[in-house]
Nanobody, 114 residues
Framework: VQLQASGGGLVQAGGSLRLSCAAS????????IGWYRQAPGKQRELVVV???????NYADSVNGRFTISRDNAKNTVYLQMNSLKPEDTAVYYC?????????WGQGTQVTVSS
């Protein structure tokens, strides 16, 4: 199973971006799918995760601004990012867990200018 992340780019503070994570496997059967990010010099951190029961868990720093959604027909998970801040600048990674398989996609760069 592979994950392909896309949608990153350069945006001004206050702007929006939508990231996509396309899976070669079934997103409907995933135990959890999430987005993580890693800023320069910092550890990778959780942004949001959605579990198989559609329960979500957002980092406090993005709660209310970011929204995760899933289109199981397209095996794609989205991250809608609104009211972006310079501190949201990072490489964003999607991750999915199917049973004992923990799969990471390649990162997509998000840069927010002030």
């Amino acid at each position: 199973v592979q994950l392909q992340a896309s949608g990153g780019g350069l945006v001004q503070a206050g702007g929006s971006l939508r990231l996509s994570c396309a899976a070669s496997g079934s997103t409907a059967s995933a135990n959890a799918i999430g987005w993580y990010r890693q800023a320069p010099g910092k550890q990778r951190e959780l942004v949001v995760v959605i579990y198989s029961g559609s329960i979500t868990n957002y980092a406090d720093s993005v709660n209310g601004r970011f929204t995760i959604s899933r289109d199981n027909a397209k095996n794609t998970v989205y991250l809608q990012m609104n009211s972006l801040k310079p501190e949201d600048t990072a490489v964003y990674y999607c991750n999915a867990i199917w049973g004992f398989r923990n799969i990471w996609g390649q990162g997509t760069q998000v840069t927010v200018s002030s």
